[in-house]
C-alpha cells in the first residue's frame, strides 16, 4: 500500500509541474528565453508604470507610458501626461526631451548608468551573468524571480526581475547602493516592425534647448 501511494504521489507531482517548463531553470536559460522574447521581432512595445522610492521614504506618484525597446541596445520611453515627456537610448548617448520645457538634456551614458535601463531583456546572456552574480527563486504560482547582484560591488546595487516562465517580464526592481529603488512593471507585450533611427535620436522642435552631460 505504502509503495502505491509513493508512486501516486510522485505522478501527482509530474501533473503540477508547470507545463510551460521542465524542472528547475538556470539563470542562464532564464536569461536565454527573456533575450529571445523581446528579440525574436524587429521591436517590441510594451505599457509601463514606472515608481520611484527614494531610501527612506514612500513611493512618489507612479509615471505611466509605453516603452519601445529595439534590439541591440535601444529603447524609448513615452510618458503619459501634459509634459511630453519622452527618454530614449541609441545605444551610446540617453537624451531626455520635456516638450513643455521646450529642453532636451543629452549624456552620453556610463556601464552602470546603462545597467540601470531594461537593456537586460535584450543583452546576450553571457555579458550579463559576467558583470552579475544571478540566482533564480521560482514562485508557486509558476513565475520567476531573477536576481543580478553585480559582481564589481558599485551600481547598481541590486536588480530582481519578476518573469512568465517563458521569458515575458512583468516586473523589474532596481536598488542602487544608496537604497534608493525604481520599480517598472510592465504589460501589454506586443511585437512590432523595425522603428527609424530617428525615434532614439530625437529631432526636437526648432527652439528647444540642448544641453549636454
Known amino acids: 500500500m ?3 501511494l509513493t508512486v501516486l504521489s510522485a505522478l501527482l507531482l509530474v501533473l503540477a509541474w508547470p507545463a510551460t517548463g521542465q524542472g528547475p531553470l538556470s539563470p542562464t536559460t532564464m536569461l536565454e528565453r527573456i533575450q529571445k522574447k523581446y528579440s525574436s521581432s524587429p521591436s ?9 522610492a527614494p531610501s527612506g521614504f514612500g513611493e512618489t506618484a507612479p509615471e505611466t507610458g509605453t516603452l519601445v525597446l529595439q534590439a541591440p541596445d535601444s529603447l524609448r520611453f513615452e510618458y503619459d501626461g501634459p509634459e511630453g515627456k ?11 526631451y520635456v516638450a513643455r520645457d521646450r529642453q532636451m538634456i543629452v549624456k552620453t551614458l556610463t556601464n552602470e548608468e546603462r545597467a540601470r535601463l531594461p537593456l537586460l531583456f535584450l543583452s546576450d546572456p553571457r555579458q550579463v551573468l559576467s558583470q552579475f552574480e544571478a540566482k533564480v527563486v521560482e514562485t508557486a504560482a509558476g513565475a520567476v524571480d531573477l536576481q543580478l547582484s ?5 551600481e547598481p546595487g541590486q536588480i530582481t526581475v519578476f518573469a512568465s516562465r517563458d521569458g515575458e517580464l512583468k516586473r523589474l526592481v532596481v536598488l542602487d547602493p ?8 510592465f504589460t501589454k507585450l506586443e ?23
Open 44 to 52: 517590441v512595445k510594451v505599457t509601463f508604470v514606472q515608481t520611484y
Open 86 to 96: 519622452l527618454f530614449t537610448f541609441d545605444g551610446k548617448a540617453g537624451r531626455q
Open 2 to 4: 505504502r509503495h502505491r
Open 150 to 154: 553585480p559582481r564589481s560591488g558599485r
Open 178 to 185: 544608496a537604497g534608493n529603488k525604481t520599480t517598472f512593471t
Open 191 to 213: 511585437p512590432g516592425k523595425k522603428r527609424p533611427a530617428s525615434d532614439f535620436t530625437l529631432n526636437p522642435p526648432a527652439g528647444t534647448k540642448i544641453v549636454t552631460g
